[in-house]
């Protein structure tokens, strides 16, 4: 199985900075795109960006889409996001995945790493 492990979460204020980390244990055929989506409390996982391994496509959601960045190094396995002018609405546990393509949706989750913005 694809083992993949989140860091870099905590405690910001608003208008602040976060980048988090996805370490992927390997790259297979079946898992050619990953992806950040989070969850807030009483509130279903929701999308917040992809990135194909290949090409370097990204996707993102409205309500992220200019302050967040994702990005990923091939050769370490990597997935990152960086997430810039944080909101308190972007309080949540966030998780990496991993997929075969955007529309298959995740087939492997990481742990989920806590993102909390103060105001």
């Known amino acids: 199985q694809v083992q993949l492990r989140e860091s870099g979460g905590g405690l910001v204020q608003a208008g602040g900075s976060l980048r988090l980390s996805c370490a992927a244990s390997e790259r297979t055929f079946n898992t050619n795109a990953m992806g950040w989506f989070r969850q807030a409390p009483g509130k279903e996982r929701e999308f917040v960006a992809t990135?194909?391994?290949?090409?370097?496509?990204?996707s993102y959601a409205d309500s992220v889409k200019g302050r967040f960045t994702i990005s990923r190094d091939n050769a370490k396995n990597m997935v990152y996001l960086q997430m810039n002018s944080l909101k308190p609405e972007d309080t949540a546990v966030y998780y990496c995945?991993?997929?075969?393509?955007?529309?298959?949706?995740?087939?492997?989750w990481g742990q989920g790493t806590q993102v909390t913005v103060s105001s």
């Open positions: 990135i194909y391994w290949s090409t370097g496509t990204t």
């Open positions: 995945a991993a997929m075969r393509t955007a529309i298959a949706g995740p087939s492997y």
